[in-house]
């Protein structure tokens, strides 16, 4: 136990949890944006409530679930102990600071985004997380077999068009998240090299910063074009 107590108590240790932490976020949302890419189906939710069907009840899916939910928890965590320990360790600014001349604005603004995400997070569980689980869902019947219709939950909350909008600002959000950190990552784990940094850098800005965002994005203003019958 000496070397867990030993690698949060340094910031170097605090990083490395916090890369490891963030990329298998990273790998999540892969999984997570092909699963929900189901709402486009045009079968009336049965692909998406077959899928979220199997997400419930595989014993393999369900264990890595909660390695998932740990990780949000300690990566925000160690996010907001690294944050305090940089403001105390300077509690003066310096007179001249120019920081946009040696970062970009996602760098310099991570905290910032990354409460949104966490603020997101939070109220997006309780939207659909908490509703699968604990609420009072109705059921759908594909071929004898009843399912929780969590595609009827996903119309009611993206028939809203507050909701959309808030979906839509805080895959943005993400998108800025993502084109430092998933880099960022890598960098801190001392994975770095001239053959393969570039690769990492331009997955990290146009597959994770633009592509996964602009899916997550396009599937709450699908839904709701489809439920007020504009498409």
């Given amino acids: 136990m000496a070397w867990v107590i030993q690698t949060l108590s340094s910031s170097l240790g605090r990083k490395v949890i916090m890369s490891l932490t963030g990329l298998f976020l990273s790998t999540f949302l892969?999984?997570?944006?092909?699963?929900?890419?189901?709402?486009?189906?045009?079968d009336n939710g049965r692909a998406f409530n077959e899928y979220t069907y199997f997400m419930t009840h595989n014993p393999l899916i369900l264990t890595v679930s909660y390695l998932l939910y740990t990780s949000i928890l300690v990566h925000a965590l160690m996010a907001w102990i690294l944050t305090r320990h940089n403001q105390a360790s300077r509690p003066v600014k310096y007179a001249y600071s120019k920081p946009e001349a040696n970062s970009d604005w996602s760098s310099r603004n991570m905290g910032i985004l990354g409460t949104i995400l966490l603020l997101f997070i939070i109220i997006h569980m309780r939207t659909f997380w908490y509703e699968m689980h604990f609420g009072s869902v109705p059921m759908a019947e594909y071929d004898g077999k009843e399912y929780k219709d969590l595609y009827a939950v996903v119309k009611v909350a993206f028939s809203q068009w507050?909701?959309?909008?808030?979906?839509?600002?805080?895959?943005?959000?993400?998108g800025y998240h993502l084109a430092h950190g998933f880099q960022s990552g890598f960098q801190t784990l001392g994975l770095r090299?001239?053959?393969?940094?570039?690769?990492?850098?331009f997955v990290g800005k146009y597959f994770f910063a633009i592509i996964i965002p602009a899916a997550f994005a396009a599937m709450p203003i699908y839904v709701f074009l489809q439920v007020h019958g504009i498409i």
């Fill in 30 to 42: 892969i999984v997570h944006m092909a699963g929900n890419l189901q709402l486009f189906k045009g």
């Fill in 162 to 174: 507050w909701y959309v909008l808030l979906y839509v600002v805080c895959m943005v959000a993400i």
């Fill in 193 to 201: 090299h001239k053959k393969y940094t570039p690769l990492i850098e």
